[in-house]
């Protein structure tokens, strides 16, 4: 029972996560820079604290309480973790809901298994796997065939949107992703699906901060949410800045009182997709507290943004109009990345 329950958490959370951009969407008459950091202060400022404070009293004194270690660690992945949340948005921008996510999901799994080891084989920790371990264990070689995989359906992805590129006409580019570029589009999915692994590594580095909570007599269901709020004090501080660059860069500070674009909704629908946005990590760490394993619980989760995300895309018609040797090309690649995940999962399991 506990499994079905961390499963079903894990499935909330990647429909959050898979569908928080849709509200995005709505927003007219802004720049990206304008709508992504409004959503930005709910996902990282203003919701994080509120589910704290709801669901972990005392949370504040919590983290007064933490080691400065134990924070630095967490702000510095939240931070590098910042860059990859930031390209996120880009990467889905440039390439769509289902390539795009497919793309950059894909680089977090596998980026999220591989770093950590390898750390560890420069500086071994009790108790902690390195790259070494993984080559020289049945369940490590597991992992690493679904690394190797998850790469596989990565090019798979990407030779499909080259096809995609090549067979749909500007105009119909524009009609199924607004500002389709392929090119750059990869560039920063894949930068974004590397940085984006730093988040599971800040919620390790930020763990004394969840026992602590559990000690406390929390409910340990909730135990990650007293991390989440130093871990996206990071994030908030590397999309602020960016966004702020990009304001002086493009004099867009007007929009946010511009009379001719819709306030309220653009504000409501940023809103909106920021705190759907941290809803995806509020309902991962319910999964994880069930589940008992952060690795596969990742992986778990990743597998279903790619899901929900690709059902996004079909929705959205973003393939609409390639030929069908391209929709099987995408389809594969989707397949490829998912099986690579359970695999990554599976071998986890079995450590």
């Not at 931070?79 to 977090?108: A, D, E, I």
Request: glycine share 12%; aromatic share 16%; charged share 10%.
């Amino acid at each position: 029972m506990q499994i079905i329950f961390g499963i079903i958490f894990h499935f909330v959370g990647g429909f959050a996560s898979g569908s928080f951009y849709m509200p995005f969407k709505k927003v007219k008459d802004w720049h990206w820079e304008n709508y992504w950091i409004i959503g930005g202060l709910f996902s990282w400022l203003i919701v994080p604290p509120l589910a704290a404070w709801l669901t972990i009293p005392g949370f504040g004194t919590i983290i007064h309480n933490t080691p400065w270690r134990t924070i630095e660690y967490t702000l510095l992945f939240g931070l590098l973790w910042g860059f990859g949340g930031l390209t996120y948005g880009l990467g889905v921008r440039y390439l769509g809901m289902s390539l795009g996510n497919s793309v950059v999901l894909g680089f977090c799994s596998a980026f999220g298994a591989l770093v950590p080891s390898i750390y560890y084989d420069f500086f071994p920790t009790p108790g902690k796997t390195s790259f070494h371990d993984l080559l020289n264990s049945s369940w490590g070689r597991i992992v690493l065939s679904g690394v190797a995989i998850c790469l596989l359906g990565i090019y798979i992805c990407g030779k499909a949107g080259v096809r995609k590129e090549r067979e749909l006409t500007d105009e119909m580019k524009k009609r199924s992703i607004d500002e389709f570029n392929l090119p750059k589009g990869l560039v920063v999915a894949i930068f974004s699906g590397i940085m984006s692994a730093c988040f599971n590594f800040g919620i390790e580095a930020g763990k004394p901060m969840a026992a602590a909570a559990v000690e406390a007599g929390m409910n340990p269901l909730f135990q990650n949410n007293v991390t989440y709020v130093v871990l996206l004090w990071g994030g908030l501080t590397t999309n602020l800045v960016w966004c702020l660059l990009l304001n002086i860069k493009n004099r867009s500070f007007s929009d946010f009182t511009d009379g001719r674009a819709p306030l309220p909704t653009n504000y409501l629908f940023s809103a909106i997709a920021g705190t759907v946005w941290f809803l995806q990590f509020f309902f991962y760490g319910m999964g994880e507290s069930k589940l008992g394993n952060g690795a596969s619980s990742w992986i778990l989760h990743m597998a279903f943004i790619i899901l929900v995300a690709n059902s996004w895309g079909i929705a959205l018609k973003e393939w609409k109009g390639v030929s069908s040797k391209t929709k099987s090309l995408i389809t594969v690649g989707i397949i490829t990345i998912l099986v690579s995940v359970l695999l990554v999962g599976i071998g986890n399991a079995r450590k």
